[in-house]
């Protein structure tokens, strides 16, 4: 299968939870991929991006609940961040009922889920990973 979203290790975070929920968002960002260059029509496609969002979503819950635990001070900017990508997303479900699994869904995706992505992880999601090793250890 050609990978379009490569996650590498320019992009770790250093905390292995969060790194291990990025790659699998970058792994099911490339099954959608890979069956919109195969042509799979839009009712093979929408289980993969419903997969692909519910994940997002999951990953979003356990990152949070990680900033809560460490009281980090960035949390709640971080959480409207999550929040507005979590609206975005549902472009993916309308450009897919609106044109189909093509190359328009494939370009939204990487520009809304692995644009985004890569920016939020270099951004902020560094920063908290800079947090947690900045506090002393119990």
Excluded at 16 to 32: C, G, S, W, Y
Excluded at 44 to 59: F, G
Excluded at 94 to 121: F, M, P, Q, S, Y
């Amino acid at each position: 299968m050609p990978v379009a979203f490569q996650w590498t290790a320019s992009l770790a975070t250093g905390v292995p939870d969060v790194d291990d929920q990025h790659k699998e968002i970058f792994r099911r960002a490339n099954v959608l991929f890979e069956a919109c260059v195969r042509g799979k029509s839009a009712e093979e496609v929408r289980p993969l991006l419903e997969y692909l969002q519910s994940y997002i979503r999951e990953h979003f819950t356990a990152e949070e609940a990680q900033h809560d635990a460490a009281r980090y001070p960035g949390r709640v900017s971080h959480r409207v961040l999550h929040r507005t990508m979590a609206a975005h997303l549902a472009e993916l479900t309308l450009v897919l009922e609106e044109a189909g699994a093509g190359a328009n869904l494939v370009r939204l995706t990487n520009r809304l889920v692995v644009g985004w992505l890569v920016n939020h992880i270099m951004r902020e999601d560094r920063a908290f990973a800079e947090y947690l090793r900045s506090r002393p250890t119990p």
